[in-house]
């Protein structure tokens, strides 16, 4: 990301360069490790010049992991045209796309590494990240006040997509498109599970399921599941004949 040539910069834009340099070096190191030095060559100017912009490393940091935080939650928006699962589908493309795009910066901003101090704003940041996902995803069900099992499957879902990513980015065991596939089925798992105790959230899942085509991201998971419940009855019958 290194200009090059020098030129003259409006305070804004100049900020603006340097959050965005501080962003790429984040991304795929670890905070401790990139000191203002390395941000200043980045972007090709001298270490007073990130100085006058930026007190320290720390508040550079800070605005480096607002930029993500608001980046992170515009993956949430998806248009609200077609059936639910296709939907979640794309948004958990660009969800895991940020991911590995910002692995060590996702990390340290759902962690708070050790350069966000006492991580209150951190927090803050993480917080309306998940908000931000959440309310997205109620206007997808066209749900403004939810009840609270529904709320409650929604919060799980997006804290779910979370920690799945946080471990997926530890080795990578698992490939990244079946991971997308399966929080969009978890988002079907976790609606049906909380169904099958309440009325209300019963109807909201049929009332989901019956825009879902019969080759859907939601059908695809009964078919699973059906599948594996064949397997189920199946086997001890083989066990016996052996």
């Keep these: 990301m290194t200009t090059g040539v020098r030129r003259r910069m409006g305070v804004e834009e100049r900020k603006r360069q340097l ?16 000191s203002i030095d390395d941000i200043a060559a980045a972007a090709g100017i001298s270490r007073p ?7 320290g490393k ?8 607002r930029r993500a935080a608001d980046e992170l939650a515009a993956r949430f928006l998806e248009p609200h045209e077609g059936p639910l699962g296709a939907r979640l589908h794309r948004v958990m493309e660009r969800f895991f796309d940020f991911v590995d795009e910002h692995g060590t910066g996702f990390s340290a901003l759902m962690r708070g590494g050790p350069a966000a101090g006492s991580g209150t704003a951190t ?44 471990l997926w980015l530890d080795g ?22 909380s169904a099958a105790y309440d009325e209300e959230m019963a109807g909201i899942l049929l009332k989901i399921l019956a825009d879902e085509p019969a080759d859907g991201a939601f059908a695809d998971l009964v078919g699973r599941l059906v599948r594996l419940g064949a397997g189920a009855v199946t086997l001890p019958e083989q066990s016996r004949q052996v």
């Design 19 to 34: 959050i965005g340099v501080a962003l790429e070096l984040f991304s795929h190191r670890s905070p401790e490790d990139v």
């Design 123 to 166: 927090v803050a940041l993480i917080d309306g990240v998940r908000q931000a996902a959440y309310e997205q995803i109620l206007a997808h069900l066209g749900v403004q006040e939810p009840p609270a099992r529904l709320e409650l499957v929604v919060r799980s879902w997006v804290s779910l997509a979370e920690s799945k990513a946080l």
């Design 172 to 193: 990578r065991r698992i490939p990244r498109q079946e991971l997308e596939w399966q929080l969009v089925h978890d988002f079907a798992a976790l609606s049906a599970v």
């Design 49 to 55: 010049l990130v100085y006058h912009y930026f007190p």
């Design 58 to 65: 720390q508040s550079l940091y800070e605005a480096a992991l």
